[in-house]
């Protein structure tokens, strides 16, 4: 009898002893023929990782990848946790209904699916994307993505540096696109925002270097910093709606483009938003504008002319300066003021009309215009 209590006691300890020091534990678990690798979070919980914890800079996931919902390793464990990132090879994962984290930067994958019941994330009208529940927001998709009309955020980083997405159309119901969002998806080649779009946040379209359309059906509320920058092969913009904002760097270093075309009025276009495009040769500007930024339009060298059409408030410090090929500028409205060297180096600068009222003009505008003259500057009322 002694002999049995002592048995049971060291029984009851060994599995004490296994509970308090399982906690920070690795293994792996072999799952349809392929190894799950997990740390042990809780007395009945793990984590999948990326890479058993002694080679942590390699990950062995490739293909398709189902992760369970339990596993077993002396006892059975729920996975409630998803810690991968950047799996080059992986191209299919399905992630159980209780787990609430999620895969980032995996970017091969053709297809996602979430295990219906998940309490926080679902992949609905089979979208193959991961959308937060809660708030509608699509925080991972892949190249067979189909964004549903119950989605309206596009989340940070959702699609970052996807390289097989080679067009997107963005639906109505969507509002705002995160920052990075679409950030150096080499692939992609055509963006439609089918309706109006309150916020695409800095960085969304970062060096998608083969996008060569973007079509904004609808009003813009807000295009974040450098949300465009180094699109390399974009070659026209085309605003169907008003524009409240354009902020600095939005579109700079677009050597390509070639037209911008402003249908409603903008609110304002920030420091640099358009620097360095230098094949730029049309900015249509068809209503008001309350603010031009510094440096907007700087060395935009191949612009030939500007036309504003509706009324101008501020035009920034060096705002077109050095657009080398700008031989004449016509403002048809009223114009309260023009910012420190607005347009100096522009060489070939030969005409300016002001059709409306004008406010003040900055110190030394037309600096470094040697075929401006003074009777060239007229006022036509």
């Known amino acids: 009898m002694a002999a049995k209590r002592v048995l ?12 308090a020091s399982a906690q920070g534990k690795y293994f792996w678990a072999e799952i349809g023929g392929r190894r799950i690798y997990c740390e042990i979070t809780s007395d009945t919980t793990v984590e999948v990782q990326q890479h058993f914890y002694a080679d942590r800079f390699r990950s062995e996931y490739c293909g398709n990848l189902i992760i369970p919902s339990t596993v077993t390793y002396y006892r059975k464990y729920t996975v409630t ?19 609430i984290d999620i895969p980032t930067n995996c970017n091969s994958l053709n297809t996602i699916i979430v295990e219906e019941g998940n309490p926080v994330y679902d992949s609905r009208e089979d979208c193959n994307a991961i959308i937060e529940t809660a708030t509608n927001t699509l925080i991972l998709g892949c190249k067979n993505t189909v964004i549903p009309h119950s989605v309206v955020a596009i989340g940070r980083s959702a699609f970052n540096k996807n390289n097989s997405i080679t067009d997107i159309t963005i639906p109505a119901s969507v509002h705002s696109i995160g920052s990075l969002a679409f950030q150096s998806c080499d692939s992609l080649s055509s963006i439609v925002f089918e309706g109006d779009v309150k916020s695409i946040e800095g960085g969304a379209f970062y060096a998608c270097r083969r996008l060569s359309s973007v079509v904004f059906n609808g009003d813009v509320n807000s295009i974040g910093n450098s949300a465009f920058h180094s699109c390399s092969r974009l070659p026209s913009i085309v605003f169907k709606g008003d524009v409240k904002s354009i902020e600095d760097g939005a579109f700079s270093a677009c050597r390509r483009l070639s ?3 402003f249908n409603g009025d903008v609110n304002s276009i920030g420091n ?3 620097y360095e495009c230098t094949n730029l040769t049309t900015v249509d500007f068809k209503g008001n504008i309350e603010s031009i930024g510094n440096s907007a339009f700087h060395s935009c060298s191949r612009l030939p002319s500007i036309v504003f059409k509706g009324d101008v408030g501020s035009i920034g410090d060096n705002a077109f ?35 409306g009222y004008v406010g ?14 003074q009777e060239n500057i007229r006022r036509i009322q």
């Open 81 to 99: 946790g998803i810690q991968m990132w950047e799996c080059p090879y992986l191209t299919s994962i399905f992630i159980p209904r209780t787990s």
């Open 8 to 19: 049971l006691f060291l029984s009851f300890m060994l599995v004490f002893a296994h509970s």
């Open 321 to 355: 300066s050095y657009c080398k090929k700008l031989t004449s500028v016509i403002f048809e409205g009223d114009l309260r003021n023009i910012g420190y060297e607005a347009f100096s180096y522009c060489i070939n600068l030969t005409s300016i009309i002001f059709k």
């Open 259 to 261: 037209s911008v075309v």
């Open 272 to 274: 640099s938003a358009f």
């Open 360 to 373: 003040v003009i900055g110190r030394s505008t037309f600096f470094g215009c040697d075929k401006l003259y």
